[in-house]
C-alpha cells in the first residue's frame, strides 16, 4: 500500500440499485492522511434516463451528460486512481457496490480494502444525533458547497476522514474497519489474514475445510469475503469451533443468491458438515394438514407450524402466510370439489356453503359416502403436496453480466439450475436441456417459494414460452 493512502470516492447514480441504476458522476480524492496529493472528477453518461426527481437533488441533467464519457471510458483512470489504496467513502456500501456493478458489466472484478467514514465517525465521535455527510458538516463546520455533486462531497468527505485521524487511536480504529474487524490473532492457527483478503467479494457458497481436507461447514452469502470475515469474529461455540477447526476454505460462485440457497442447501445434505445444524432455513409459519375424521372422511386444516405439530401431525404443506395457505387449500376444494366443513373453509354443522353452491357433492351432510370423497381428497392430498402447479423456469442473476442463471421447476418440483448466456435466454427448450438435475428435497420449493414472494423474479411457462408469475 502506498503508505495507506487514501483514495476517498463519491459517485452520482440514476438511483439506489446497483444492479438497475447507473453512475453518473464520480469524484476522487487522492489523501496521504495529511495532504491533499490529488484530485479527479467526472461526468458520466448512464446510457440510460436520469429521473426528474434525481436531478433535482444533484443538478445534473441529461443535458450535461449527454457528451460525457461513457463508464468504459473513464474505467482505466478509476482503477489506477484506486489502485493499491483504500477506497473510503461515507457509506461506502453504496459507492463501491455501484462501481462493482459497473466494473462487472465490463467483466472486470474490482476489489479494493475499503473503509466507511460513516462507521469511522461514530466510532471517534460517538453520540451524536445523526451521521449523514450534510449533518457532519454542519456539526464539525466542514466548508461543503454542491453537496451531492461527486468532487464536492469527496471533498468533504477527506476533511471529515482528517479529523478522524487525529483521534489517538486511528491507526487502530482504521485497521479494525479495513479488515472487517479481523486481527491476527482472532485467525485460525493454521490461517492467514490473506486468505481472507483473497476471497471474492461475489455472491455464492463458501466450504470451511479441516487439516485433512474435509468440509466441516458450509455457508452462502451475497458477499462471501464479508460473511466469512464475520465467522471469525464471532464469539458465540460455533465460531469458536470453527476458529479452531478450519484451515482453509474454499468457494463456488453463483451470481444468484436464489442458486446460492438451492446449492448450500444440497451441499448441507450431501456433505453432511460437522459444525451445520440439520436445518438451518426458518419454517414457514402456517402448514396444512390432514387426518381421517371419526366418520372416515378425510379432513384438511391450516395449523400453526410448529415442531410440535411436524412431529405429530401429517404435514402436508407449508406457506409463509394464512392467506397463502388459504388460497392454495381453497384452490384444490374447488377444483376437487370438496367439502367446505372438510377443508375447514366454512363452518357450521350441516350442509356447507359450497354444498349450496353445488360445489360439494354433501359429504357434510353425508350425501357422498366416505370412499367416495376420500378418492377425491386423495388426490387433493397429492396435489397439495406440489407447491407448484405448472413447469417453469426462473432467471435470476449470473457469474458474470453476460451471463444468466436458470432454475427449473417440472412437475411441481424443483429440478436443478443451469447458467446459460443471456443470448440463450429465449430458447427454452435449449435450456431446460442444459439443466443440471439436482436431487430434490423438501425444502427446495419452499426456498423457491419464499424466494419468489420476497424478491420476484422473471419467470417462463416451459410449455408456451411466456412470462408469468409466481401467486
Known amino acids: 500500500m502506498k503508505n495507506k493512502e487514501y483514495a476517498i470516492v463519491d459517485i452520482e447514480t440514476t438511483g439506489g440499485r446497483a444492479n438497475?441504476?447507473?453512475?453518473?458522476?464520480?469524484?476522487?480524492?487522492?489523501?496521504?492522511?495529511?495532504?491533499?496529493l490529488e484530485r479527479w472528477e467526472s461526468l458520466i453518461n448512464p446510457e440510460m434516463?436520469?429521473?426528474?426527481?434525481?436531478?433535482?437533488?444533484?443538478?445534473?441533467?441529461?443535458?450535461?451528460?449527454?457528451?460525457?464519457?461513457?463508464?468504459?471510458?473513464?474505467?482505466?483512470?478509476?482503477?489506477?486512481?484506486?489502485?493499491?489504496?483504500?477506497?473510503?467513502?461515507?457509506?461506502?456500501?453504496?459507492?463501491?457496490?455501484?462501481?462493482?456493478?459497473e466494473?462487472?458489466?465490463?467483466?472486470?472484478?474490482?476489489?479494493?480494502?475499503?473503509?466507511?467514514?460513516?462507521?469511522?465517525?461514530?466510532?471517534?465521535?460517538?453520540?451524536?444525533?445523526?451521521?449523514?455527510?450534510?449533518?457532519?458538516?454542519?456539526?464539525?463546520?466542514?466548508?461543503?458547497?454542491?453537496?451531492?455533486?461527486?468532487?464536492?462531497?469527496?471533498?468533504a468527505t477527506t476533511e471529515l476522514l482528517r479529523l478522524c485521524l487525529v483521534n489517538a487511536d486511528s491507526d487502530k480504529e482504521v485497521k479494525a474497519l479495513v479488515n472487517r474487524g479481523i486481527t491476527e490473532s482472532k485467525l485460525p492457527q493454521n490461517m492467514k489474514l490473506s486468505q481472507i483478503e483473497n476471497l471474492p467479494e461475489e455472491?455464492?457458497?463458501?466450504?470451511?475445510?479441516?487439516?485433512?481436507?474435509?468440509?466441516?461447514?458450509?455457508?452462502?452469502?451475497?458477499?462471501?469475503?464479508?460473511?466469512?470475515?464475520?465467522?471469525?469474529?464471532?464469539?458465540?461455540?460455533?465460531?469458536?469451533?470453527?476458529?479452531?477447526?478450519?484451515?482453509?476454505?474454499?468457494?463456488?460462485?453463483?451470481?444468484?443468491?436464489?442458486?446460492?440457497?438451492?446449492l448450500e442447501s444440497e451441499e448441507i445434505k450431501r456433505l453432511q458438515p460437522s459444525i451445520n445444524r440439520a436445518q438451518r432455513h426458518t419454517k414457514f409459519a402456517y402448514a396444512i394438514v390432514s387426518e381421517i375424521n371419526d366418520k372416515g372422511y378425510r379432513v384438511f386444516d391450516i395449523?400453526?407450524?410448529?415442531?410440535?405439530?411436524?412431529?405429530?401431525?401429517?404435514?402436508?404443506?407449508?406457506?409463509?402466510?394464512?392467506?397463502?395457505?388459504?388460497?392454495?387449500?381453497?384452490?384444490?376444494?374447488k377444483h376437487l370439489d370438496l367439502c367446505g366443513i372438510y377443508t375447514k373453509l366454512s363452518t357450521g354443522s350441516s350442509a356447507c356453503f359450497?354444498?349450496?353452491?353445488?360445489?360439494?357433492?354433501?359429504?357434510?351432510?353425508?350425501?357422498?359416502?366416505?370412499?367416495?370423497?376420500?378418492?377425491?381428497?386423495?388426490?387433493?392430498?397429492?396435489?397439495?403436496?406440489?407447491?407448484?402447479?405448472?413447469?417453469?423456469?426462473?432467471?435470476?442473476?449470473?457469474?458474470?453480466h453476460d451471463e444468466e442463471a436458470a432454475i427449473l421447476v417440472r412437475e411441481g418440483k424443483y429440478q436443478g439450475y443451469t447458467f446459460i448466456s443471456k443470448d440463450e435466454a429465449n430458447d427454452v427448450e435449449s435450456v431446460v436441456r442444459s439443466v443440471k438435475c439436482s436431487q430434490t428435497h423438501p425444502d427446495t420449493a419452499r426456498i423457491i417459494q419464499r424466494y419468489v414472494s420476497e424478491k420476484g423474479g422473471r419467470m417462463v411457462d416451459i410449455k408456451t414460452g411466456r412470462r408469468m408469475s409466481l401467486v
Open 20 to 36: 438497475r441504476h447507473r453512475v453518473t458522476e464520480v469524484g476522487i480524492v487522492i489523501f496521504d492522511g495529511e495532504k491533499v
Open 49 to 101: 434516463r436520469i429521473p426528474a426527481g434525481i436531478t433535482e437533488l444533484t443538478g445534473i441533467t441529461m443535458e450535461m451528460v449527454a457528451d460525457a464519457p461513457k463508464f468504459h471510458e473513464v474505467a482505466r483512470q478509476i482503477v489506477e486512481l484506486t489502485q493499491d489504496r483504500i477506497f473510503v467513502a461515507h457509506n461506502s456500501r453504496f459507492d463501491y457496490d455501484f462501481l462493482r456493478e
Open 103 to 155: 466494473y462487472r458489466r465490463l467483466g472486470y472484478t474490482f476489489s479494493r480494502k475499503q473503509l466507511c467514514t460513516v462507521r469511522l465517525t461514530r466510532k471517534t465521535y460517538p453520540g451524536l444525533k445523526s451521521y449523514s455527510l450534510g449533518n457532519l458538516v454542519r456539526h464539525f463546520g466542514i466548508e461543503l458547497k454542491n453537496h451531492h455533486r461527486a468532487l464536492a462531497d469527496a471533498t
Open 203 to 262: 455472491c455464492g457458497v463458501y466450504y470451511f475445510h479441516n487439516n485433512a481436507g474435509q468440509v466441516i461447514y458450509v455457508g452462502k452469502s451475497k458477499n462471501i469475503r464479508s460473511r466469512v470475515a464475520q465467522h471469525f469474529n464471532d464469539r458465540t461455540a460455533k465460531g469458536k469451533t470453527i476458529a479452531r477447526e478450519v484451515a482453509d476454505i474454499t468457494c463456488e460462485l453463483t451470481g444468484s443468491e436464489l442458486v446460492a440457497l438451492l
Open 303 to 333: 395449523a400453526r407450524n410448529t415442531a410440535q405439530l411436524r412431529k405429530e401431525a401429517d404435514v402436508i404443506s407449508e406457506f409463509p402466510s394464512l392467506s397463502r395457505a388459504k388460497g392454495r387449500l381453497n384452490f384444490v376444494r
Open 354 to 400: 359450497y354444498f349450496h353452491l353445488k360445489q360439494c357433492h354433501g359429504a357434510c351432510v353425508e350425501q357422498e359416502s366416505p370412499e367416495d370423497y376420500n378418492l377425491r381428497a386423495a388426490e387433493a392430498r397429492l396435489l397439495l403436496r406440489n407447491v407448484f402447479d405448472f413447469d417453469f423456469l426462473l432467471f435470476d442473476r449470473g457469474r458474470t
